[in-house]
């Protein structure tokens, strides 16, 4: 006869090592080898710790309406019933974080999605040992079906463990970019998509065409509409330079370079559809949309219109 309460314990127990694990990521000497060994050695592990990684989202999601103000309760207006308040406060925390992993347990589709806003980059560590790197002002959705693809809108970075038997599927745009181990960084915006690899190889396909394009290390393929898009050699030390310090760019669309403006910026930047495809090389130092935006049109000769908060590029023989 099955002991309920040992499976309990257990059950337990493998939460508590689930949010151990979670926790542990944010430090530096996190133990990967061990961890991935760990999702490895039993499929409720990979279970406890999807769960885990969805409740940390929604209380980020969250937070405004679970955030107490400390400020507004200085230490002359506590009262000795302050004590009593927290502890509530802690119950009624704690129980609505059961309530949303009983509703994973409880078979509920997930997706979990991660933001970050002007200026922000996030690290997400993926439950196969990958990594994503979210840049300022993106979204990327992980569906808890590992055969489901991740959505990503704006840019991200991806270092994905080796995995034959469990490749990573990323969907931006119409496109959908599948890897098996490798480095490389997807930006979307302007209706343009652009994979550049810094090191393995990557398959792109969209809906419209069945055979996938490979792209390489050292390679980057811009795509826009129905076409097969333009496959270019780029340096791969410009592959996510955005992660730490300025934007750097290697033959890249001004659609794209906009985008990334805008996005890390928080700052309305459009550029005109007539140059959007034009190329462009060089830096731009990260800061307020107006400076950025300043940067790229010295640089490239484009005219700058200021309307109110929003920011347009163009051509300056346009009329």
């Known amino acids: 006869m099955v002991d309920g309460r040992r499976l309990d314990d257990m059950s337990a127990d493998i939460d508590e090592a689930a949010a151990r694990w979670h926790l542990a990521q944010a430090d530096d000497d996190m133990d990967w080898a061990a961890f991935t060994d760990w999702l490895e050695a039993d499929p409720r592990h990979r279970d406890a710790y999807d769960a885990i990684a969805l409740v940390d989202d929604r209380i980020d999601a969250a937070g405004p309406a679970l955030h107490l103000r400390a400020a507004d309760l200085t230490p002359e207006r506590r009262s000795p019933r302050w004590g009593a308040w927290s502890a509530i406060a802690a119950v009624v925390i704690a129980a609505v974080l059961g309530l949303l992993y009983q509703g994973w347990r409880a078979g509920e589709p997930t997706v979990i999605a991660y933001r970050t806003g002007p200026g922000q980059v996030r690290t997400i560590h993926l439950a196969d040992g990958s990594r994503a790197i979210l840049a300022p002002g993106s979204v990327l959705r992980v569906p808890a079906s590992r055969e489901q693809a991740l959505t990503l809108d704006g840019s991200a970075f991806f270092d994905v463990r080796h995995d034959v038997g469990r490749p990573l599927t990323v969907q931006a ?80 669309p001004l659609g794209l370079v906009v985008a990334d403006i805008a996005r890390a910026s928080g700052t309305a930047v459009t550029v005109d559809h007539a140059v959007a495809e034009r190329r462009f090389s060089g830096m731009i130092a990260q800061g307020d949309g107006l400076r950025m935006a300043r940067s790229l049109a010295a640089l490239t000769g484009l005219a700058l219109r200021v309307d109110g908060d929003a920011i347009h590029l163009a051509d300056r023989t346009a009329r």
């Open 173 to 252: 745009g119409r496109y959908t970019i599948r890897d098996v181990g490798t480095r490389f960084d997807i930006a979307v915006g302007e209706g343009m998509v652009r994979v550049a690899v810094a090191e393995g190889e990557v398959a792109v396909s969209s809906r419209n065409r069945g055979d996938a394009m490979a792209v390489v290390a050292g390679r980057a393929l811009t795509m826009q509409g129905q076409g097969r898009g333009v496959l270019q050699p780029i340096d791969v030390s410009t592959v996510g330079g955005w992660r730490s310090g300025p934007l750097v760019y290697d033959d890249v």
